[in-house]
């Protein structure tokens, strides 16, 4: 089976492209979802996720979502968080403290480097929760399409 076939359980959806509109892909769901072409090519927003992943969450949830002693593996996570469930945890945080656990979520509701790419990193994250990338950076990507120059030049002010 090719990498562009795999199509596990991500929470209760199939990661499978539905659509796609500007380089963006969704599934039936309407969520983002990545596309990996057979020869290993992730489109630019798998991409883009693996690199703001890389910039700011692999800090935490180590490298390539694997988690580490003290954050999650969102690898794991995303095989069953929902989508709308990913994107309140890292806007709102999440605190679960008590006697057996001290592990606090931060807020990155004001962090333009994560939340105008929240939808790359969940899809990189989604990637990889279903095995459909191995860790490591993608070995090529597709170009970067207009609509998400404009998108980022909207979102973060930079030109």
């Not at 089976?1 to 769901?29: C, H, I, R």
Request: aromatic share 8%; glycine share 8%.
């Amino acid at each position: 089976m090719s990498a562009s076939s795999v199509a596990l359980a991500d929470g209760a959806d199939d990661p499978a492209v539905a659509s796609s509109e500007n380089g963006k892909y969704a599934d039936k769901d309407g969520n983002p979802t990545y596309k990996i072409s057979p020869d290993g090519t992730v489109d630019w927003y798998t991409f883009s996720g693996f690199r703001r992943y890389h910039s700011d969450c692999h800090v935490c949830h180590g490298p390539n979502g694997e988690g580490s002693t003290y954050a999650p593996a969102l690898a794991e996570s995303l095989k069953t968080l929902t989508y709308p469930d990913f994107v309140s945890v890292v806007t709102n945080g999440r605190n679960h403290v008590d006697a057996a656990n001290d592990k606090v979520m931060p807020s990155f509701a004001t962090n333009v480097n994560v939340m105008c790419y929240i939808d790359d990193i969940y899809v990189y994250l989604r990637a990889r929760a279903n095995n459909a990338i191995p860790g490591g950076r993608p070995p090529a990507h597709e170009d970067k399409p207009e609509a998400a120059k404009q998108a980022e030049t909207s979102c973060t002010g930079i030109k």
